[in-house]
């Protein structure tokens, strides 16, 4: 293994880190377990029985149900957990430098430290301004980047 060792005081804050990811993960997974049983009770009273399933089935009918937004969450969730993983989670994509705790308290996903990341939005309010002057001349090919940046 390469990468250099993490403090131990980092090692402590990115256990906390881990706890607090997959609480959250076990929260959202609750609640929409919550949700699918008193829905498929809701149908039981109306005298449908479709109750019966095998366990796995409703595992996927568990998933089924969750929303996009649910869904993304537990994907940054997932992605923010491997990223612990693989000693990657905490360093910054851009400038390859630990991210402060702080930042990563208040924003648990982030892939970029708070330096990196004011220079892309920076970035991006200077692209979207030319994009505006250049108006009706933005080309298809640009479309790309617009949905990497909302
Ligand atoms: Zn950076």
Same mark, same amino acid.
């Given at each position: ?16 880190v ?8 076990e929260?959202? =997974?609750?609640?929409?377990? #919550? ?18 399933l ?11 149900? =969750? ?39 208040? =924003?648990?996903?982030?892939? =970029?430290?708070?330096?990196? #990341?004011?220079?892309?939005?920076r ?22 980047a ?5």
């Open positions: 293994m390469p990468k250099k060792p993490a403090s131990s005081s980092r090692k402590k804050f990115l256990a906390k881990r706890r607090r990811l997959e609480e959250m993960k929260k959202i =997974l609750a609640e929409m377990d #919550q949700a699918n049983r008193s829905e498929r009770e809701g149908l039981k009273d109306e005298g449908m029985d479709t109750y019966d095998a366990s796995e089935e409703r595992d996927r009918e568990i998933s089924f149900i =969750l929303s996009d937004r649910e869904r993304a969450k537990i994907g940054a969730i997932d992605d923010a957990l491997e990223r612990l993983g693989d000693g990657t989670y905490g360093v910054c994509e851009s400038c390859g430098l630990e991210i402060g705790e702080e930042r990563l308290e208040a =924003l648990p996903f982030t892939r =970029l430290c708070r330096d990196c #990341q004011q220079d892309l939005e970035e991006a309010r200077t692209q979207r301004r030319s994009e505006d002057e250049r108006g009706v001349y933005r080309k298809f090919g640009s479309t790309e617009d949905e990497e940046n909302t």
